[in-house]
């Protein structure tokens, strides 16, 4: 049973919170119940495969062995050499699941949720790494790894700040604010997965005129699918945010009306947030960090423009080794560096002032980017 995919799920999670919800009025917070409630929605998601329950235990003790080991390790040493060989090793089991089915070899390593699982475990020996992260006990990283309300498609966290509301029982008040947002969340879920995206799907995206791909209907298409698309992912964060209020976790937003962004930079700053950010800060900023001090390359946009294509390309074959995905990301790499150029030489010929109908009219191209953008990531055109 995929997780929030079904009304049946919605029961089942609804009956698991009345304990916890009857807890956080009374200011209380049970880690034996709450560890309990995580163990039913897991069997539901991988129970149903054994390869994919399988798969998921062996993945977890393998990330668990790696980051222990590092953080012992990291308290006497701090080499570069072993801190990469760890990164790589906690990406193995993603990057086969990956590879797998380009070779047209049957993907038994896999599971759902893996990526975001990834993303936690190497930021955790990154942060090892910076020494932003002194001490992770076996309880936390488990209770990080395992977080169900997130744990198949994100919003992904941060180990400290989610630690933070783990060590943080709320006040009656704030646990009623956060009940609120989060029955809110859920049913902002609802409005837009179940209603909103499934009408597009149904009534626009499926229909024989759209699937005719003929030029026009392609042209429909691509606004249709880039809404759906939203609305059918946003939908699903709302579900997992909202779950996590009412677990007590501020779980961060994943996305803040990315269509009405002013440029592609402001996309990527509303759209899939908690994704972005996470490759902007270990991605991104660590390779230009890196460049500029071994210093092999002088220009610092030179530095900032080989930063984006990395990001982007990544991201690109993150979502599959497919050309349409790797075109998709080197698009956003494109569209990055050209609109960082243009808006550092607008500074000088003032080409493009900053008005009421230069906003509107921003807002309109860069709309029109964006579903581009993801009519290439859809693969109609190839």
């Not at 020494?131 to 990080?144: D, N, P, R, Y």
């Not at 997130?150 to 941060?158: A, E, K, L």
Request: one cysteine or more; hydrophobic letters at 50%; a positive charge.
């Amino acid at each position: 049973m995929i997780p929030y995919s079904s009304f049946s799920f919605f029961m089942i999670l609804g009956i698991l919170f009345v304990p916890v919800v009857v807890l956080g009025y009374k200011e209380k917070r049970s880690i034996v119940y709450n560890s309990l409630v995580h163990a039913v929605i897991l069997l539901l998601a991988f129970a149903s495969d054994i390869h994919q329950l399988v798969s998921f235990i062996v993945y977890i003790v393998w990330q668990v062995i790696l980051v222990n080991w590092y953080a012992a390790y990291r308290k006497e040493k701090n080499e570069a050499g072993v801190f990469y060989a760890v990164v790589f090793l906690a990406l193995v089991p993603l990057l086969v699941t990956k590879l797998l089915p380009v070779w047209d070899v049957s993907n038994i390593v896999g599971f759902l949720g893996i990526s975001y699982l990834t993303f936690k475990t190497v930021q955790m020996i990154i942060d090892m790494r910076d020494g932003a992260l002194k001490t992770a006990t076996l309880k936390e990283q488990l209770t990080f790894l395992l977080f169900s309300p997130t744990i198949s498609s994100g919003p992904i966290d941060r180990f400290k700040r989610f630690q933070k509301d783990m060590e943080t029982i709320p006040t009656r008040e704030e646990y009623r604010l956060l009940l609120y947002k989060g029955i809110n969340k859920i049913f902002l879920g609802f409005l837009y997965k179940f209603i909103i995206a499934y009408v597009i799907n149904d009534r626009v995206i499926e229909t024989p005129f759209i699937q005719a791909h003929t030029p026009l209907s392609t042209f429909i298409y691509m606004y249709a699918y880039s809404l759906y698309l939203f609305f059918d992912f946003a939908g699903y964060s709302a579900f997992a945010i909202g779950a996590s209020y009412i677990m007590g976790v501020k779980t961060p937003e994943n996305f803040n009306l990315p269509f009405m962004s002013r440029n592609i930079k402001d996309f990527w700053n509303r759209w899939h947030m908690s994704l972005s950010f996470w490759f902007r800060d270990y991605v991104y900023m660590r390779f230009v960090f890196w460049m500029m001090k071994k210093k092999w390359i002088q220009n610092r946009y030179t530095v900032s423009y080989i930063g984006y294509f990395l990001l982007f390309f990544l991201m690109g074959v993150w979502h599959g080794l497919e050309l349409h995905y790797v075109a998709y990301g080197l698009y956003h790499a494109a569209l990055m560096i050209s609109y960082d150029y243009f808006e550092r030489k607008n500074k000088q010929w003032k080409i493009w002032k900053k008005n009421k109908v230069t906003e509107v009219l921003s807002i309109i191209i860069t709309f029109h980017v964006i579903c581009f953008g993801f009519l290439i990531f859809s693969g109609r055109l190839f």
